[in-house]
C-alpha cells in the first residue's frame, strides 16, 4: 500500500489501528467494539441489556400501569362500567336459571380479574 493511500485513510478516519492499541477506561463495561470478543462478554452485554429494558419496563408500569401515576382515569371508568355490566348480565342469567352456580361462580371470577 502506498504511503499516499495511507496518508488518505488517516485523513478520512478509516485507519482505526492505532486507536485500538490506546488504553481504556472502560474495562469494566460489558460492550465492546465490534463483533469479536469470548462469549462471557457477549452474555455479559446482553444480560446488562436486559436490566436496561426490565428497569424501562418497570418505570412504565409505574407511571402507566394499573393505578398509575399518569395513567388516563377515563380508562378506569369505562373498564369499571364494563365489569358492572356484566356482573349485572351474570346476575340475571344466573337468577333466572339459564347458568349453575358452579359456572356463576368461575365466570365471576373471571369478570372480576
Do not use: V
Not at 55 to 71: A, E, H, S, V
Amino acid at each position: 500500500m502506498s504511503y499516499l493511500n495511507l496518508a488518505a485513510q488517516n485523513f478520512l478516519g478509516l485507519s482505526f489501528s492505532s486507536q485500538a492499541e490506546l488504553p481504556s477506561k472502560w474495562t469494566g463495561w460489558p460492550f465492546h467494539t465490534g463483533y469479536g470478543g469470548d462469549w462471557e462478554t457477549s452474555l455479559a452485554t446482553f444480560a446488562f441489556s436486559a436490566l436496561i429494558l426490565g428497569i424501562i419496563c418497570l418505570f412504565l408500569r409505574l407511571l402507566y400501569g394499573p393505578r398509575g401515576i399518569w395513567r388516563d382515569k377515563e380508562m378506569d371508568r369505562e373498564a369499571a362500567e364494563a365489569r358492572r355490566k356484566a356482573h349485572a348480565e351474570l346476575d340475571a342469567a344466573y337468577r333466572a336459571g339459564r347458568i349453575d352456580e358452579a359456572r356463576y361462580k368461575l365466570e365471576k371470577r373471571a369478570i372480576d380479574r
